[in-house]
Nanobody, 124 residues
């Protein structure tokens, strides 16, 4: 089974950028559609972005389109989330997620594997 470890979070000023990485262990990385969710204090975990197994299809929440880009590198078993033009409301714990059901990768209850999360804090 795949295990996920996120990195790249931190503190950044509004308007800045961060690149999150999610390293997957195991041999079946390419079987999984990969996604990013986030959870702010007092709020539910919400979908951010996802990429299908082939890498050819990406999904984004409307508020992230044009600012965030998801990608994956099969050779490195890693998925990335490039975040630009960050806003204070982007502050949250960001979680990497995996599911073999590519059509359902945007649905929190269809996620099979979660990472431990990485904190992103955007100051105003």
């Amino acid at each position: 089974q795949v295990q996920l470890v996120e990195s790249g979070g931190g503190l950044v000023q509004a308007g800045g950028s961060l690149r999150l990485s999610c390293a997957a262990s195991g041999r079946s990385f390419t079987e999984y559609a990969m996604g990013w969710f986030r959870q702010a204090p007092g709020k539910e975990r919400e979908f951010v972005a996802a990429i299908r197994q082939s890498g050819g299809v990406q999904y984004y929440t409307d508020s992230m389109k044009g600012r965030f880009t998801i990608s994956r590198d099969a050779a490195k078993n890693t998925v990335f989330l490039q975040m630009n033009s960050l806003k204070p409301e982007d502050t949250a714990v960001y979680y990497c997620a995996a599911t073999r059901d590519g059509m359902a990768v945007r649905l929190r209850n269809k996620i099979e594997i979660w990472g431990q999360g990485t904190q992103v804090t955007v100051s105003s």
